[in-house]
């Protein structure tokens, strides 16, 4: 993060940091900033859902979910995660400066929505301070300690690699809470105790809102503030989160929209 960037975030937040209380929760927007041979280019959510209606016939997908769930009825579950790896080229996307830039921070865990395994192979790259990288994708996972040397990712939708924990259609959200109780409570914990900073992700997650409304009607006044990180904020966006609990660090607050150096690099705001 570049210092002239710091003067937009508020003094606890850099305090939180510092302490070693932030909770950083990656979405598909910091996977914007991936390396890739042009003209691909990495999805946001929304372009991911087009991407599979478009290969549907006679059928007007109602929402993002609706067209991938229809996909996986239509296609299967092997051929959805296939053509799920092709349109994040997983292959071929190589970690970006803003990955590079995050990943210098030792944040002990850090939790993200993404498939993808960017901030794995930049985690795998730096190696600093012979800090390692913990993918947790299934709930016994949890129980193992990685010694205070690692950062524990906590993917929570799992990834392409564990097919059955991936949570991607309609029938994997509704189910979330039922069939992984304990990665809902471990995120519960998480957000009940440390500061969450959303980078690139919108919080339009029906299971991540589901947990993220519970801490907030148990804990009420004294839940702990949480903070997303955006770029040329708009005013509804802005909105959006304000209603969900969020206040924006908005790190270009006016001008034209520029890349930013760092993990507030690229265009983060607006994507799952």
């Not at 209606?53 to 579950?77: C, K, M, N, Q, W």
């Not at 997303?228 to 959006?240: E, T």
Request: proline residues 7%; neutral net charge; glycine residues 8%.
């Amino acid at each position: 993060m570049a210092p002239k960037h710091l003067v937009h975030f508020p003094k606890p937040v850099l305090e939180d940091l510092v302490s070693g209380r932030w909770l950083p929760v990656i979405g598909a927007g910091m996977s914007l900033n991936a390396k890739l041979a042009p003209p691909a280019k990495m999805p946001l959510w929304p372009e991911l859902g087009k991407a599979f209606a478009d290969e549907l016939l006679d059928y007007s997908p109602t929402s993002v979910l609706d067209g991938i769930s229809a996909y996986e009825h239509e296609f299967g579950r092997a051929r959805l995660i296939e053509r799920l790896a092709e349109l994040l080229h997983i292959n071929g996307a190589e970690p970006g400066p803003a990955h590079k830039e995050f990943c210098t921070l030792p944040f002990d865990i850090v939790c993200t929505t993404n498939f993808d395994f960017l901030l794995e192979r930049q985690y795998d790259l730096d190696r600093q301070d012979n800090r390692t990288v913990h993918p947790v994708v299934d709930e016994d996972q949890l129980s193992i300690n990685i010694g205070a040397s690692g950062t524990l990712l906590f993917k929570l939708h799992g990834d392409v690699r564990h097919p059955t924990r991936l949570v991607v259609t309609e029938a994997d959200y509704d189910g979330f809470l039922t069939n992984y109780p304990l990665i809902a409570t471990y995120l519960a914990n998480q957000l009940i105790t440390k500061t969450a900073v959303f980078i690139g992700y919108s919080l339009d997650d029906p299971d991540f809102r589901q947990i993220w409304h519970l801490v907030a009607s148990r804990l009420g006044k004294t839940r702990r503030m949480a903070y997303a990180i955006m770029v040329n904020a708009r005013p509804g966006d802005i909105a959006r989160f304000e209603r969900r609990g969020v206040k924006v660090v908005n790190c270009l607050p006016s001008g034209r929209v520029r890349q930013i150096e760092g993990f507030c690099g690229g265009r983060i705001s607006g994507s799952s």
